[in-house]
């Protein structure tokens, strides 16, 4: 499912939805000049016992347009909010090339909050 995330601070970051069954949630983070799209493949066919979110990066994709910082530390403070947002029980970052250093980033971020 398409939609937007709004942040806290109102900005709106395009991605896909896939909820399924339990308490995890898969975010899905693609690499740099790369958008949520690259991940349909894997979402069409992925297990139903989990939730996804694969977001478009601000600078990317549909949310290519999003003012803010562009930088690995500042996508991760963005990943992070939308993961806060759900409120999942259980986190799972997924990173591709550049999506690797923001997660770490968020990682880190999301960790210290649950502490």
Same mark, same amino acid.
């Given at each position: 499912?398409?939609?937007?995330?709004?942040?806290?601070?109102?900005?709106?970051?395009? !991605?896909?939805?896939?909820?399924?069954?339990?308490?995890?949630?898969?975010?899905?983070? #693609?690499?740099?000049?790369?958008?949520?799209?690259?991940? #349909?493949?894997?979402?069409?066919?992925?297990?139903?016992?989990?939730?996804?979110?694969?977001?478009?990066?601000?600078?990317?994709?549909?949310? !290519?347009?999003?003012?803010?910082?562009?930088?690995?530390?500042?996508? !991760?403070?963005?990943? !992070?909010?939308?993961?806060?947002?759900?409120?999942?029980?259980?986190?799972?970052?997924?990173? #591709?090339?550049?999506?690797?250093?923001?997660?770490?980033?968020?990682?880190?971020?999301?960790?210290?909050?649950?502490?």
């Amino acid at each position: 499912m398409e939609r937007e995330v709004i942040l806290s601070d109102g900005r709106r970051l395009a !991605a896909t939805e896939k909820n399924g069954a339990g308490d995890t949630l898969v975010v899905l983070v #693609h690499g740099w000049c790369c958008r949520r799209s690259d991940w #349909h493949a894997y979402l069409e066919s992925a297990p139903e016992t989990v939730s996804f979110l694969a977001p478009d990066l601000p600078g990317h994709g549909d949310s !290519a347009s999003t003012p803010g910082t562009w930088t690995v530390a500042g996508m !991760a403070r963005d990943l !992070a909010a939308m993961v806060n947002a759900r409120r999942p029980a259980r986190v799972v970052l997924v990173g #591709h090339s550049m999506g690797g250093a923001v997660a770490l980033e968020a990682a880190a971020l999301l960790e210290s909050v649950a502490a």
